[in-house]
């Protein structure tokens, strides 16, 4: 059943920098038992960025440990506007709290927009 759906992250990117979702959102993240990641990517710089996302845990919202049963793969902006969308981050309810890393790992940049769809047995928040 889904629990909720919340943009994450909405900023312009660029490569060599990790990007975190919005902190006031760990406590929602970590609420879900599977999460499903859409990534809108715009205007990417001349040179093709590529885009991985991560997934880490926490149950005390400070010390962080990357959730190694997410597979994060990464994929190419290579449009004017890109779609990015990942289902296999069903990790199962494990920590109180979760984030999302965007990685650029080629060098350049783009606006990225991120929405998570969190699901759950538990119902409806």
Same mark, same amino acid.
């Given at each position: ?25 760990? !406590?929602?993240?970590?609420? &879900?038992?599977?999460? *499903?990641?859409?990534? #809108? ?5 001349? %040179?093709?960025? /590529? ?16 959730? !190694?049963?997410?597979?994060? &793969?990464?994929?190419? *902006?290579?449009?004017? #506007? ?5 289902? %296999?981050?069903? /990790? ?10 965007f990685k650029i ?21």
């Amino acid at each position: 059943m889904r629990m909720f759906n919340q943009v994450v992250f909405d900023q312009n990117v660029f490569s060599g920098t990790d990007y975190y979702s919005d902190p006031q959102y760990n !406590a929602l993240l970590g609420s &879900a038992e599977s999460m *499903v990641v859409h990534a #809108v990517t715009e205007n990417p710089s001349a %040179s093709v960025p /590529t885009l991985a996302i991560f997934v880490q845990r926490s149950n005390d919202n400070r010390n962080w440990v990357e959730d !190694a049963t997410a597979t994060h &793969a990464a994929a190419a *902006v290579s449009s004017s #506007v890109g779609s990015y969308v990942d289902t %296999s981050f069903a /990790t199962g309810a494990k920590s109180a709290y979760a984030r999302l890393i965007f990685k650029i790992t080629v060098q350049g940049n783009c606006r990225l927009r991120s929405t998570v769809c969190g699901r759950g047995e538990q119902g409806g928040m």
